[in-house]
C-alpha cells in the first residue's frame, strides 16, 4: 500500500486567485498522478507529474492553468491558477504501486471557487 | 471510444441486504478491471481487481466477476453495513500505448439505511 498525504484537505477561494495543492508520499514513486473529480463525474487525469522532468498533461489541461511541481521523489504540487468556479472540483493525488500498478490516492482537495 | 458505464447511477438499500452494481465498458485493448470503494470526503480506495482470465474476486463481503465476452462486471455486496454507504467505481485499464491507460466510470452513489 502507499500512504499519501494531501493538504489542503479542502478551501474556499475567490475567483482570479490560485492555489496550491501538495501532495505527501510515504515512499519513493517514479511518478505521481494528479486527477480532478468534478461532481457527479469520473475521475479525470489531469497529468503526470516526473521527477526531473516537465509534467505530461493530458488533452484539455494546460501547463499555464495547471503549474506542476515536482521536487523529489516523494513530492509534488499542483496549482490551479486563476480559479474560476468552472474549477470548483475535488482534485486528488495519486500514485501506482505493485505488479499491477494499482493506484493509491490521496484523500483528495475539495476546492470550491466562488 | 474507451468508455465505462455504470448502472445504477445511485442506490438506497436498507441495511442487511445485498445488493449488485454493474459496469459495462468498451475498452480495448483489455488489461484488468478494478472496483474502488469512495467514501464522502476521502479517496478512492481499491476493492479489488481482475484480469482477463479471472471470472470472480472475493474481498470479504464485496465479490466482483468479469465476463471479458461481454465487457460487463459487477460488484456484489452481501448483508450491507451502514459502512458501506460510499461511491463504488469502476475503471478498467488499458495495455499500454501511450495514451491514458486508465477509463475510470462515474461511479454508483449507495446509501445504506438502518
Known amino acids: 500500500s502507499a500512504v499519501i498525504s494531501q493538504k489542503p484537505s479542502r478551501d474556499i477561494c475567490q475567483r482570479g486567485t490560485s492555489l496550491t495543492i501538495q501532495c505527501q508520499v510515504d515512499?519513493?514513486?517514479?511518478?505521481m498522478f494528479w486527477y480532478r473529480q468534478q461532481p457527479g463525474q469520473s475521475l479525470t487525469l489531469i497529468a503526470t507529474?516526473?521527477?526531473?522532468?516537465?509534467?505530461?498533461?493530458e488533452s484539455g489541461f494546460v501547463i499555464d492553468k495547471f503549474p506542476i511541481s515536482r521536487p523529489n521523489l516523494t513530492f509534488s504540487t499542483l496549482t490551479v491558477s486563476n480559479m474560476s468556479p468552472e474549477d470548483s472540483s475535488i482534485y486528488l493525488c495519486?500514485?501506482?504501486?505493485?505488479?499491477?500498478?494499482?493506484?493509491?490516492f490521496g484523500e483528495g482537495s475539495r476546492l470550491t471557487v466562488l | 471510444k474507451n468508455q465505462v458505464e455504470q448502472s445504477p447511477q445511485s442506490l438506497i438499500i436498507l441495511e442487511g441486504k445485498n445488493c449488485t452494481l454493474q459496469c459495462n465498458y468498451t475498452v480495448s485493448p483489455f488489461s484488468n478491471l478494478r472496483w474502488y470503494k469512495q467514501d464522502t470526503g476521502r479517496g478512492p480506495v481499491s476493492l479489488t481487481i481482475?484480469?482477463?482470465?479471472?471470472n470472480t474476486k472475493s474481498n470479504g463481503r464485496y465479490t466482483a466477476t468479469l465476463d471479458a465476452d461481454t465487457k460487463q462486471s459487477s460488484l456484489h455486496i452481501t448483508a450491507s453495513q451502514l459502512s458501506d454507504s460510499a461511491s463504488y467505481i469502476c475503471?478498467?485499464?488499458?495495455?499500454?500505448?501511450?495514451?491514458?491507460?486508465?477509463?475510470f466510470g462515474k461511479g454508483t452513489r449507495l446509501s445504506v439505511i438502518a
Open positions: 495519486s500514485v501506482a504501486r505493485g505488479d499491477t500498478g494499482e493506484l493509491f
Open positions: 481482475m484480469t482477463f482470465s479471472e
Open positions: 507529474a516526473n521527477q526531473g522532468s516537465e509534467a505530461t498533461y
Open positions: 475503471v478498467v485499464t488499458r495495455i499500454f500505448s501511450g495514451n491514458t491507460p486508465l477509463v
Open positions: 515512499s519513493q514513486v517514479t511518478m
